[in-house]
C-alpha cells in the first residue's frame, strides 16, 4: 500500500512541482496518473521508491516511511520502468542487463540464472539473450527495460510513459500483461498521456494539475467528462465520444471500453431495434 | 552536478554581459596568464578579490558561489596533494610555508575556475559563438564549439535521469571501496554516453536536412561591434597585465609567514 499525505515537493530551482498531494493506492490496484506535461506525475511517482523526497508531507510504502529507508530498499518491492529504456541500458547482453538489478540486490548466482531465463521468457525476449541490448529495435529495448525490471518480481510496478512509441499491436500486449500483473495481486500504476490507453484498460484514474489532484475515481466518470478533461487539455476517449453524441437517443453517456460499448450496444439493440432508435 | 549549474548562462541585464565576448575572453586569458606567472598567496589573493566587483556587477553570485562550491573537492585535493608532497619530500615535517605554497597553488586553481565561471555565466553561447568566427574561427569549429557549451545543461539532466533510472534498479552509487565506487558510475556513464552520440547523430541529420553548409559565406543576424565598456574591460585588462608584470619583476613579494615573523 503506498499512502501519499499532502506531499508537497520543490526542486532545487526553486519550482514547486507538487503543491500538497494526497493519494492511498491499495495494493492490488491498478491507477493510471494522467495529465498535462508539467502536471506534476512523474515527480509524484518519483516519490514511491524514495527517487525524490517530499520537502512536506510523507509517504509511506508498506507502512515505511521514505525519508527512513534508501532508495535500493524500496526498490526491492517497488518497481521503476522508466519511459527511455536508453536511459538505462548499458550491457553486453541482454541477459546481462537483466540480471544487473539481481546482483544490485545479493541474490544467489543459481536465482539469478533462474530469473532471467523467467523473465525473458515472459517478455518473449529469449532469442535475443545473447544480443547486445542496442542492437535491438525500440520497442524491444523497451521490452528489455521492463524484464530487467520484472526479474526481481517487485510487489508493485510503476510504469513512466509505457505506450510512448509503441504500436498499436504493442500497446495491446502490455495491456494484456497487465491484466495478467492484476490477476497476481500486483499494484500498477502507469502515468501517462495516452487517453485511449487508458480508456481501454479502465484503471482508477487520477488526473493532475499543476502538481495538485484535480479528479480522482473510475476511468467511466472522470474520462467521460469533458469539461475536467479540457482543463487538463486531454481530449475524451473516441468510444466516449461516440456515447456523447449517441445519448440524445437514449444510450448511457459514461462508456470508454470497447467491451462494455459492444454489450450496451446489442443491449440496445434488443430493447429496440436500430433503426427506430436512430 | 553544481559545477555544471555554475557555468549555466542566464540571461541577465547586466554590464558585465553587455561586454563583447572577444573582450571578456582576452580578460580571462590576462586573468589565467596572471595566475601562471604568481605562485605566491599574496598576489593570488588580490586577483582572487578584484573579480568579485564584475561578479557583483553582473550579479550572478549565487551561481558563481556554486561553481565555486562544486570545485571545492577539487581544490581540496589539490591542496592535500601539494602539501603531502611537501611533508614526505621534507622528511616527514610540514612548516608553515610548506602549508602557504599548497594555499597558493590551491588558489590559484580557484582564481581559474573564478574568472572562467564568470567567462561562462555572463556570455550566451550565441554571442560566444559569434565571437569565434569574428576571430576567423572557422564556422564549423566555432559552431561545434557553441553547441558543445549549450548541451552540457541538457546532459547533466540526462546524467540526473539515468543515476534515478539505475537507483531504481537497485545500484548504491556510495557504496563500495574508493574503486568500487568508481565502477559504480559505468551503468551511469555508459548510457549517457550511448545516447549523446545518438543525440549528436538526430542534431547532425536534423541540420544537414536545414540546408547546414549548404552555402560557403555564411552572413549573421548580429554583428559585434565594440561599445564604451568593452573599451573599459580593455583598458583594465591591459592594466592587469602590465601591473602583474611590473610586480613580477620589480617588487619581492613576501609570504605571510614571513611578514608574520617580522
New interface residues.
Given amino acids: 500500500m503506498i499512502v501519499a499525505e499532502d506531499v508537497h515537493f520543490s526542486y532545487p530551482n526553486k519550482v514547486e512541482a507538487l503543491k500538497g498531494v494526497s493519494l492511498t493506492i491499495k495494493t492490488g490496484e491498478f491507477v493510471a496518473i494522467m495529465g498535462q506535461n508539467g502536471a506534476g506525475k512523474s515527480t509524484f511517482v ?1 516519490h514511491f ?1 524514495g ?1 525524490l523526497k517530499p520537502t512536506l508531507g510523507k509517504i509511506i510504502v508498506d507502512g515505511v516511511e521514505t525519508t527512513k529507508t ?3 530498499a524500496l ?2 518491492n517497488i ?2 520502468v ?1 519511459q ?1 529504456p ?5 550491457s553486453e547482453t541482454v541477459e546481462e542487463e537483466i540480471a ?2 539481481l546482483k ?2 545479493g541474490f544467489k548466482p543459481e536465482v539469478v540464472e533462474e530469473r532471467v531465463t523467467w523473465a525473458l521468457n515472459l517478455l518473449a525476449l529469449t532469442q535475443y539473450r545473447k544480443t547486445s541490448p ?1 542492437l535491438l529495435s525500440g520497442g524491444e529495448r523497451k521490452r528489455v527495460a521492463l524484464a ?2 520484472l526479474a ?1 518480481d517487485p510487489q508493485a510496478l510503476i510504469l513512466d510513459e509505457p505506450t510512448i512509441g509503441q504500436d498499436h499491436m504493442q500497446k495491446e500486449i502490455l495491456r494484456q500483461f497487465i491484466v495478467q500483473m492484476q490477476t497476481q495481486g500486483k499494484t500498477v500504476v502507469i502515468v501517462t498521456h495516452d487517453v485511449e490507453f487508458v480508456a481501454e484498460c479502465n484503471p482508477r484514474v487520477v488526473l493532475m494539475r499543476e502538481g495538485k489532484i484535480v479528479a480522482e475515481g473510475v476511468g467511466n466518470d472522470i474520462l467521460t467528462n469533458p469539461d475536467v478533461l479540457a482543463e487538463s487539455s486531454i481530449v475524451l476517449p473516441q468510444i466516449a465520444q461516440i456515447f456523447t453524441k449517441l445519448s440524445q437517443f437514449g444510450l448511457p453517456k459514461n462508456v470508454i471500453d470497447i467491451y462494455e460499448a459492444e454489450k450496451i450496444i446489442l443491449k440496445a439493440k434488443e430493447t429496440k431495434p436500430l433503426n427506430e432508435r436512430f | 552536478m553544481s559545477v555544471f549549474d555554475g557555468l549555466r548562462f542566464r540571461k541577465v541585464n547586466s554590464p558585465i554581459h553587455n561586454i563583447d565576448a572577444r573582450v571578456k575572453f582576452a580578460y580571462v586569458i590576462a586573468i589565467f596568464v596572471v595566475a601562471i606567472i604568481f605562485y605566491q598567496i599574496i598576489p593570488l589573493l588580490f586577483l582572487f578579490f578584484l573579480q568579485i566587483p564584475f561578479v557583483l556587477l553582473a550579479r550572478v553570485q549565487r551561481q558563481w558561489l556554486r561553481s565555486l562550491r562544486g570545485a571545492a573537492f577539487l581544490a581540496a585535493f589539490i591542496f592535500i596533494v601539494n602539501a603531502g608532497t611537501d611533508y614526505f619530500t621534507s622528511g616527514y615535517t610540514l612548516t608553515a610555508a610548506n602549508v602557504e605554497s599548497a594555499a597558493g597553488l590551491t588558489l590559484r586553481f580557484v582564481v581559474l575556475i573564478e574568472s572562467f565561471s564568470i567567462f561562462f555565466l555572463t556570455t550566451s553561447p550565441d554571442h560566444l559563438g559569434l565571437a569565434l568566427e569574428e576571430s576567423r574561427v572557422p564556422y564549423e569549429f566555432a559552431f561545434a564549439f557553441t553547441t558543445a557549451v549549450r548541451f552540457v545543461p541538457v546532459l547533466a539532466e ?1 546524467a540526473q ?2 543515476m ?9 552509487l556510495e557504496k563500495g571501496s574508493f574503486l568500487k565506487k568508481i565502477r559504480n558510475y ?2 551511469v556513464l ?2 549517457l554516453i ?2 549523446a552520440i ?1 543525440r549528436s547523430l538526430e542534431l547532425a541529420e536534423a541540420m544537414e536536412s536545414r540546408a547546414w553548409g549548404a552555402t560557403k559565406k555564411r552572413t549573421n543576424l548580429y554583428v559585434l561591434k565594440l561599445h564604451k565598456g568593452d573599451y573599459a574591460l580593455i583598458a583594465i585588462t591591459i592594466g592587469i597585465l602590465v601591473g602583474a608584470v611590473y610586480v613580477h619583476f620589480y617588487v619581492p613579494i613576501q609570504t605571510i609567514v614571513h611578514l608574520l615573523q617580522r
Avoid: Y
Avoid at chain 1, 536508453?86 to 548499458?90: K, P
Avoid at chain 2, 534515478?164 to 548504491?172: F, P, V
Fill in positions: 518519483k521508491n527517487l534508501s532508495v535500493a526498490a526491492r518497481g521503476f522508466f527511455n536508453d536511459h538505462q541500458l548499458f544487473f538489478a544490485n540486490f542496442f530487467s525490471v526481481w | 540526462e535521469t539515468i534515478d533510472a539505475q537507483k531504481a534498479r537497485g545500484l548504491e559505468i551503468p555508459i548510457p550511448v545516447s545518438r
